[in-house]
């Protein structure tokens, strides 16, 4: 019985690599797919070289595009690669544009499809990523929660919760497996920093950096409440571009960098004083490693980092922002805890019920 893992796009790569893993441990004959989403070596290469994933069996060079472009793409490219090589399963993971396409098609040819990390809703459908969610988690046969907030998105939706299976966060199986090597490397050195003398900041949502004016007073406000407190900011090729055309300026205290390879970067967040960020894997990421973190959104679909967590929805606003940074520079953030089976050992509960659906199907 073949499995077929999907990977496409950055954030992916983190949460799939320790179920490729595991599956590889147990022996069981699997495919991996890259869809392309991501091209650039900063963005993809580099993850796969420190995550220890293998090379992709495939990779359907999507690129770029539009939503509906980018979308349709994947989904003729993947029909085209099941009929090639006849997985029972495909595994999908996180919500990006190329979960949701490769998980139409996989049930169209009638292919069971299991999901990572599924159940998170911001209940925000102007978010790409909700979309992808909300189609992929009514589409998939198996449903892997990170945390009990899923089951409950997932019941009030009407979904079956015979095909919910808590299992954890797989996320934090590659953070368990790699925090060491990364503090050993000691990244903020590369950039003239000191170990919790330094912030991080990203922004990549549609939301904070497509209109140039809320990206302008964003960046503006940070560059001042931070007050010479330095932060460093790997800037995502779409952010960087909308700084180019913004033409802002930043202060020396605020420092761009290229976005960074996954070992360096979880490093610099072990031991930042606190980070800045729109993303949603960082909130948990921070969570785990007990670090500050200060949400620039108005929603998160992931709750857990905030009711159990070091995380905090700040929003946009210039005043919560300024404040939140004077509060965490201040010494004033709660500490936090992590949520149950956030414990490294995700991938290994995910493959247990991947051979028990094996068995059911045989
Ligand atoms: C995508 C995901 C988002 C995830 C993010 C992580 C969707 C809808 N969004 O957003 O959920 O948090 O990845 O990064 O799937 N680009 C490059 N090089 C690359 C990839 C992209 O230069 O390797 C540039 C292109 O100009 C592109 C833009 O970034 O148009 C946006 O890329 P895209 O994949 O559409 O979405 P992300 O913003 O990266």
């Not at 946009?316 to 953030?333: C, F, K, N, S």
Request: proline share 5%.
């Amino acid at each position: 019985m073949r499995i077929c893992n999907v990977v496409g796009a950055r954030p992916n790569f983190m949460k799939m690599a320790p179920v490729v893993a595991e599956l590889a441990r147990r022996g069981l004959d699997q495919v991996l797919i890259h869809t392309g989403q991501h091209y650039d070596a900063r963005m993809s290469e580099v993850f796969f070289d420190e995550l220890g994933m293998p090379r992709p069996d495939l990779n359907l060079e999507v690129g770029s595009d539009t939503h509906a472009r980018q979308t349709a793409a994947v989904m003729v490219a993947f029909e085209d690669a099941c009929k090639r090589y006849r997985p029972e399963l495909v595994l999908v993971g996180g919500d990006v544009n190329s979960t949701m396409a490769v998980t139409l098609v996989a049930v169209k040819l009638g292919i069971a499809v299991g999901h990572v990390e599924s159940g998170l809703r911001s209940f925000d459908r102007a978010m790409p990523e909700e979309i992808n969610r909300v189609v992929t988690d009514h589409l998939a046969d198996l449903l892997f929660l990170t945390e009990e907030s899923a089951r409950r998105n997932l019941l009030r939706e009407g979904v079956p919760e015979n095909r919910m299976h808590m299992v954890g966060n797989t996320m934090l199986d590659s953070l368990h497996q790699h925090l060491e090597s990364a503090l050993q490397r000691a990244p903020w050195g590369q950039f003239d920093l000191e170990a919790c003398g330094y912030a991080l900041l990203t922004l990549h949502r549609p939301s904070n950096v497509d209109d140039l004016g809320v990206l302008g007073v964003l960046l503006e406000t940070i560059q001042e409440a931070t007050a010479g407190f330095p932060v460093l900011f790997p800037v995502h090729p779409r952010t960087r571009e909308r700084i180019a055309a913004a033409g802002i300026e930043l202060a020396g205290h605020v420092r761009l960098c290229e976005p960074l390879s996954y070992v360096t970067f979880l490093g610099l967040m072990a031991k930042a004083r606190f980070i800045l960020t729109d993303s949603g894997g960082i909130q948990e990421e921070t969570t785990a490693l007990q670090v500050p973190c200060l949400t620039l959104r108005e929603n998160t679909e992931r709750p857990a980092t905030i009711d159990c967590g070091t995380n905090r929805l700040v929003g946009t606003r210039p005043e919560a922002v300024r404040e939140a940074i004077q509060t965490v520079l201040g010494g004033r953030w709660p500490s936090g805890g992590t949520p149950p089976l956030w414990d490294g050992r995700a991938a290994v509960r995910v493959v247990d019920v991947v051979e028990r659906w094996m068995e059911t199907v045989r």
